[in-house]
């Protein structure tokens, strides 16, 4: 079945350096969304790409899907305190459209 | 607004018992529903998910079970719980193919 591996599964950052997670599908992907699951929280969606090679930004955050569907990540400049969490990477499609598979999570710990 | 709600938010269970756990969608029709494990506050692993009223489709073979018996509501169960049960439960929905998945808040079981 599809597999989505994710890494590093933690990464632990001064506030004001930089934070990038990888995702990689054994299959080609339909769509790939990123949540972010603060401690004790439940997971909360923060964006989804589609198309080959997009590339979307909030804020600090940028998100790229690669040009064949099949890996992603997420970048975060500057750190800051509030980015503590654990980021999901999620993979849609690869046999099933209904089926949206989870990466292990990068847990991100920010020292002030 | 959709909203969603599951409960309840910790469970602490005898080896043995059972368990029923109900997550209630509103403000939307025909929802696509999943239950979600996550242990060790890590990977969320995909239990069973639905599509519809009575279809459940079950994603790892165990001694847990789901059921959708009305469209916004759905219920995972066990007859005999298993110390390998423990761990956080996630309900989730989504309007279809390709969008976002919102999260309930989920339950904490703890099976002693």
């Known amino acids: 079945g599809q597999q989505v591996m994710q890494i590093p599964q933690y990464q632990h950052v001064q506030e004001g350096e930089d934070f990038t997670t990888y995702c990689n599908s054994s299959t080609t992907l339909s769509n790939i969304q990123w949540y972010k699951q603060r401690p004790g929280g439940h997971p909360v969606f923060l964006i989804q790409l589609v198309k080959s090679g997009e590339v979307k930004k909030q804020k600090r955050l940028t998100f790229q899907f690669g040009e064949a569907k099949k890996n992603s990540s997420l970048h975060i400049t500057a750190t800051q305190t509030t980015d503590v969490g654990t980021y999901f990477c999620a993979g849609g499609g690869g046999g099933s459209n209904y089926k949206l598979t989870f990466g292990k999570g990068t847990l991100l710990t920010v020292n002030p | 607004s959709q909203t969603i709600h599951q409960w309840p938010a910790t469970l602490v269970q005898p080896v043995g018992s059972p368990l029923s756990l109900e997550c209630t969608v509103e403000?939307?029709?025909?929802?696509?529903l999943y239950w979600y494990r996550q242990a060790a506050g890590r990977g969320l692993q995909l239990l069973f998910y639905s599509v519809g009223i009575g279809q459940i489709s079950s994603e790892v073979p165990q001694n847990l079970s789901a059921s959708r018996p009305q469209d916004r509501q759905f219920i995972l169960s066990s007859k005999k719980l298993l110390l390998s049960d423990s761990g956080f439960y996630l309900c989730?929905?989504?309007?279809?193919?390709?969008?976002?998945?919102?999260f309930g808040n989920g339950t904490r079981l703890t099976v002693t």
């Open positions: 403000g939307t029709s025909n929802p696509n």
């Open positions: 989730a929905w989504r309007t279809g193919q390709n969008s976002p998945l919102h």
